[in-house]
């Protein structure tokens, strides 16, 4: 699988956007983005996926890029109880459901 | 409809001991993962079944093992506990054994003494 560079934390201000940033320049024609988020003390939570069109759904949009080496999970509204680590993850349909964690980005929402 | 169901929350053990954890899927998941995720770290995955059989295995020792039951819940054991043990054991199920996103219990808090 690609690996994925993300910026180890960031904050954001409660109710603005947070844009997170993640980095697969190695990403195959066949590897899907995945994002995944823990909230303290939880298990891993599902967010979005995409292959190269973007993404939204209820909790946030996939946006990326057209050469697919990097991307952004907007999450539109931020709230205290977004404050996670947030994953970004390539995946090969292959390998089913072995997802390879990084070191993710520990995201602060303040009020 | 209830998500997947994760038996202990909490254990304690001593080096050299056997454990067992337990994991129910969410209804209509026929695949089941399991990571162990070490504090501070991501999680890593240790085994993959869909429909009772092995479908993936990471880089984990023959200590570790598992098994997918008929009802598609899962057990995972360890055997000769060691002090590196000490983890958050997760479990995920998944519709099928391809991409489906996964959906993770809150896990079993291991700690070997």
């Known amino acids: 699988d690609a690996k994925t560079t993300q910026p180890p934390s960031m904050d954001c201000a409660e109710g603005r956007a947070a844009n997170l940033p993640c980095n697969h320049s190695?990403?195959?024609?066949?590897?899907?983005v995945y994002w995944y988020r823990q909230i303290h003390s939880q298990g891993p939570q599902y967010i979005i996926h995409?292959?190269?069109n973007n993404e939204t759904n209820e909790m946030a949009s996939l946006i990326i890029t057209e050469d697919r080496k990097s991307s952004t999970l907007i999450l539109p509204h931020a709230t205290l109880r977004d404050t996670a680590v947030y994953y970004c993850?390539?995946?090969?349909?292959?390998?089913?459901?072995?997802?390879?964690f990084g070191g993710g980005t520990r995201v602060l929402v303040k009020p | 409809d209830a998500g997947v169901t994760q038996s202990p929350t909490h254990l304690i053990k001593t080096r050299g001991q056997q454990v067992t954890l337990r994991c129910s899927p969410i209804?209509?998941?026929?695949?089941v993962s399991w990571y162990q995720q070490v504090l501070g770290q991501g999680p890593q995955f240790i085994f993959q079944?869909?429909?009772?059989?092995?479908?993936g295995r990471g880089n984990f020792p023959d200590r570790f093992s598992a098994r997918q039951f008929p009802n598609y819940s899962s057990e995972l054991n360890v055997n000769a506990l060691l002090l590196g043990d000490s983890a958050l054991y997760l479990c995920?199920?998944?519709?099928?054994?391809?991409?489906?996103?996964?959906?993770f219990g809150n896990g079993t808090r291991l700690t070997v003494t």
């Open positions: 995409g292959l190269k």
């Open positions: 079944y869909y429909e009772k059989e092995e479908r």
């Open positions: 190695t990403i195959s024609g066949n590897e899907y």
């Open positions: 995920a199920s998944s519709l099928e054994g391809g991409h489906s996103p996964l959906h």
């Open positions: 209804s209509g998941h026929k695949s």
């Open positions: 993850i390539v995946l090969i349909k292959a390998a089913g459901n072995k997802l390879t």
